[in-house]
């Protein structure tokens, strides 16, 4: 089992930014990929950003070069910088973590948290 908890969503004005952070406890040690998803009213989820093992990353065409997602493996704390946030950034934004179990692949998911960017 993974436990995930955000932090630091909230309301910025657009071509502001924030950071996201999302602390992991449990088994750690079966985690092998980490990202970020993001829900917006009357949408479905969608993938922002994920990040392997290996530091190896990917990005969603919509906030290349203005997201970038790291991990500090010390402190067991995903990150997510978000940079010219734009009025479509707006949503709950999610934390997942995947392991590699003997029963295969698992996701976990953190509670959410809201980002608001005004006009």
């Known amino acids: 089992q993974v436990q995930l908890v955000e932090s630091g969503g909230g309301l910025v004005q657009a071509g502001g930014s924030l950071r996201l952070s999302c602390a992991a406890s449990?088994?750690?040690?079966?985690?092998?990929?980490m990202g970020w998803y993001r829900q917006a009213p009357g949408k479905q989820r969608e993938l922002v950003a994920t990040i392997g093992n290996g530091g190896n990353t990917n990005y969603a065409d919509s906030v290349k070069g203005r997201f970038t997602i790291s991990r500090d493996n010390a402190k067991n704390t995903l990150y997510l910088q978000m940079n010219k946030l734009k009025p479509d950034d707006t949503a709950v934004y999610y934390c997942?973590?995947?392991?590699?179990?003997?029963?295969?692949?698992?996701?976990?998911w953190g509670q959410g948290t809201q980002v608001t960017v005004s006009s």
């Open positions: 997942n973590a995947r392991t590699l179990g003997s029963d295969g692949w698992d996701d976990y």
């Open positions: 449990g088994s750690i040690f079966s985690i092998k990929y």
